[in-house]
């Protein structure tokens, strides 16, 4: 009942800029973390950012400087701003989120259906 719809994805020129969302729907009663994964073929999926509803915020050491996470708590919303993209930043990106639903015992990990995101050289 709880869905994670994901937007934002394209292609850019390597420089270039993206920003993506992420939106929460469904019987919500709370969030917790939310935050971004990415897989390129061939790869493992790896943690990009990740924040609480505190607001902050953990990077991966390969995006600390260029991407930025953040969140709007009252519309259940994740963003994630990527600045100077680069070749190795091509992958489809996931968002997931710690959502306790209204239904539920306690808090589930939730993935969205994922955006590629494609940066030529």
């Known amino acids: 009942q709880v869905h994670l719809v994901e937007s934002g994805g394209g292609l850019v020129q390597a420089g270039g800029s993206l920003r993506l969302s992420c939106a929460a729907s469904?019987?919500?009663?709370?969030?917790?973390?939310m935050g971004w994964y990415r897989q390129a073929p061939g790869k493992q999926r790896e943690l990009v950012a990740t924040?609480?509803?505190?607001?902050?915020?953990n990077y991966a050491d390969s995006v600390k400087g260029r991407f930025t996470i953040s969140r709007d708590n009252a519309k259940n919303t994740v963003y994630l701003q990527m600045n100077s993209l680069k070749p190795e930043d091509a992958a489809v990106y996931y968002c997931?989120?710690?959502?306790?639903?209204?239904?539920?015992?306690?808090?589930?990990?939730?993935w969205g259906q994922g955006t590629q995101v494609t940066v030529s050289s």
């Open positions: 997931y989120a710690f959502i306790q639903s209204r239904r539920g015992i306690m808090p589930l990990g939730y």
């Open positions: 469904g019987s919500i009663f709370s969030i917790n973390d």
């Open positions: 924040t609480p509803s505190s607001g902050s915020t």
